[in-house]
């Protein structure tokens, strides 16, 4: 009967949120419906054994990826490529994680971070700190009047990409605001950032679903059409087999890191690895290439950072861009 629940959540997930959330967390009956499914087979229940197989099934696809054993990646870009370390952190409004996402970007010194929910008025106490200015010179963060609490930090020189869409539709989301190009030396590339309400109520379920659709318009209609490679980082409160991820799989013409595979997800970041979901979350253009994911260390926050290597393809500085309004 929860195999079944579970698979008619693969379906229905858009009509209430209590069924989104029960979608989030269905890849946890992946190792009772074996055993279910061995018992079944063992007592020659034919028809019993069909069902519990196709349910399983229905189940677990969207996270199928996750199932299989973390791979790893090459320490060397290919020809024409360069690596880039994304680090993105949700600090849950706390100066504490504050401090452990400053310490880990002087341990692990990643090309570029996008830090979710920076408290407010300390957007300083990140973007000045003395090792993160050694280390990431240039950031991006919220403007007076915006209710979006984001920073981005980049070793190379970013600036806003010009919103030339239909900003009443999009205001909301400020997906705009959050979208910047990085003139890195080996070539430019876009970075974004999205931070959608959580689903604990239907509410913020309904206006995150909102959120999320309005991105993956703004993901195709004017990341993409910029030319160069989009790394998309955030945190989505939705996993790979909640019904958020499947807006952004059909309609936004980017793709998830999940062919990395490994169940180590992000949140709550005191539970153990395979318990946690995995809600932060990067989406990049079909010319990047996931290289490997890391969930870090604990930082003080209720969510654990990822770290995740990119394949980028070199693209010339210029072109589309510039400071939107």
């Known amino acids: 009967m929860l195999l079944a629940l579970i698979g008619v959540s693969r379906f229905f997930a858009a009509w209430a949120w209590p069924i989104d959330l029960l979608g989030n967390v269905s890849y946890f009956v992946a190792i009772p ?37 973390h ?6 870009a290919p020809a024409g490529q360069h690596l880039v370390r994304v680090l993105e952190a949700n600090v849950h409004g706390s100066q504490r994680a504050l401090d452990g996402l400053i310490a880990m970007i002087d341990q692990i010194q990643p090309d570029v971070v996008v830090a979710i929910e920076v408290p407010p008025g300390l957007e300083g106490y990140l973007t000045e700190n003395p090792i993160v200015k050694a280390n990431l010179p240039f950031a991006i963060g919220p403007e007076p009047g915006m209710l979006w ?13 010009r919103f030339d869409g239909d900003l009443d539709r999009y205001m909301h989301i400020f997906a705009f605001r959050r979208s910047c190009f990085i003139d890195a030396p080996e070539g430019r590339y876009l970075i974004s950032a999205m931070h959608p309400p959580s689903p604990r109520e239907a509410a913020s379920w309904q206006r995150g679903n909102e959120w999320t659709s309005l991105l993956a318009e703004v993901c195709r209609g004017q990341l993409l059409a910029t030319g160069v490679p989009v790394i998309l980082a955030g945190d989505f409160n939705s996993t790979p087999s909640g019904y958020r991820h499947g807006i952004m799989l059909k309609r936004s013409g980017l793709a998830p890191s999940d062919v990395l595979g490994g169940l180590t997800g992000t949140w709550p970041s005191d539970w ?11 989406w990049v ?28 393809p070199s693209a010339p500085v210029g072109g589309a861009g510039g400071d939107g309004r």
């Open 33 to 69: 419906a074996l055993l279910t499914l061995v018992v079944t087979l063992l007592g020659r229940c034919k028809s019993a054994s069909l069902v519990i197989f196709v349910t399983a099934i229905i189940a677990v696809w969207p996270v199928r990826w996750m199932l299989l054993p």
């Open 272 to 282: 153990p690895g395979p318990l946690r979901l995995t809600i932060d979350r990067v």
């Open 149 to 161: 609490r984001d920073v981005m930090l980049s070793r190379d020189p970013l600036h806003r990409l």
């Open 71 to 76: 791979r790893g990646g090459t320490a060397a």
């Open 285 to 312: 253009s079909p010319d990047v290439q996931f290289v490997s994911r890391e969930v870090v260390g604990d930082i003080g926050s209720d969510h654990r950072p990822s770290l995740v290597t990119l394949s980028v």
